[in-house]
């Protein structure tokens, strides 16, 4: 029902004969301006009343209202950025999960660790032999402490022949005595590991000017590997016949062995 | 004023709900909306829909024929229209600015249905009004209440009523804005 425009004529005048003021034409054209208010259309009925009413809700989910619509894209836009944090912070849960189960940090280490470095052996340059250690640098102070003076070898007779002219044909060889001074316990025990093998090359070896032969190591790549070189030269102090890790380092780049 | 729901309309429709809820929200939704709007409640719509869902489950418990149910039902608008109008006061609204929504170059959700559903110089004419006499006024004109109905719902004396309709229009015809409203 929407009030026509007689009946709000009728109630305008009837309002402005009450007041006094029935002749006013100015006064009741504003007044039947403010009355057009009474013929607005109903609004669409939502939700509850929709229901109660037995119609079909007008509300912004049925799409049936373009405000509404507009309103319920508002909302989601301002519910996005919480939206995609959400979905990264799961995405990095699943991963990190993943990652867990699977069990790749769960290895055992150390082994992990011994099968990576089993087959290390330190690269030699391609210096003539005869000016090179043949083995590890790392095993030269184990061999070069083998030399026992209560027992001297065989071939020291032999190399006093030659005497003089020996130490000058390796000048860059430390003399094994440089290590002697300080027999350290890890030294003792590597050459007690290996007294035949030295010794043995003591005397089959006849001294040639190369103390690398001398001193017992082998020549080419060392059978030993990395890890147990280094287990049986650092001492307690962490220290390698009595000198630090970067002077026996320095020693090993003089004596031309590339690392 | 002829009223398209009569007495013998309403009466016949007793007991059948569904089509008696229609008719009644058909016959004054318009001007409960019309009404609400012009006493600038926050959302009109929202509120007309809650005046229908107050009244219409209590039909049946109504008295008078159409002109009781016009009184009941704007009794229960002018009540939320309190009530809102209680709740802009206590909590006026504090909205955090989003430059995403501040386009400029439209008109708020508000205006723009103010502007569909009358001229914005209709509700200007109205603000220029007391609050008694704006609500008198709606009641009579938009409404359609008697003087003895706005009474009745206002809670006043018939003559109180009078004299706030009287004082309403002497103000609206000393504003000048009311004579540039009106000139063509």
Known sequence: MTRSDADRDNLVSELMLDAGVPGDALLKAALESIAGLSALPAPAPRGDLAALLGVPSADPDGGTDPGADELAKRRRRKHRPVVIAGAVLTAMGLGIGGVAASGGLQQDSPDFFNKLIAGWAPHTNLAPQSLLPAGPAPDAPKVTAVPAPSSPPVSEAAAGAQGAASPSAVPNHPPASAFKGKPLAAAKKAAKARPKKAANTLKGTPPSGSTGSASGVPAGPSGVNFKDSFEGVLDERGLVGGRTVEDVLDQIVRLGVRL | ?184
């Open chain 2, 1 to 184: 004023m002829t009223d398209a729901l009569t007495d013998e309309a309403l009466q016949a429709l007793q007991g059948n709900d569904a089509e008696l809820f229609s008719a009644v929200y058909q016959a004054f939704a318009g001007q409960v909306f019309g009404y609400l709007s012009a006493k600038g409640v926050q959302d009109p719509e929202a509120l007309t829909q809650d005046v229908f869902l107050a009244v219409l489950p209590r039909i049946d418990a109504i008295s008078g024929g159409v002109k009781g149910l016009r009184t009941f039902v704007f009794s229960v608008a002018h009540a939320r229209m309190v009530d809102d109008h209680r709740r802009q006061v206590r909590s006026p609204e504090h909205q955090e600015f989003e430059a995403e929504r501040d386009t400029r170059e439209v008109l708020s959700a508000e205006a723009e249905a103010m502007d569909r559903v009358a001229p914005g110089e209709v509700l200007a004419l109205l603000g220029f009004l007391p609050e008694e006499q704006r609500e008198v006024l709606s009641l009579r004109i938009i409404a359609g209440l008697t003087v003895e109905q706005v009474a009745e719902i206002m809670g006043k004396s018939q003559g109180a009523v009078k004299q706030l309709q009287r004082r309403a229009l002497n103000t609206l015809r000393e504003h000048s804005a009311v004579k540039e409203y009106v000139a063509p």
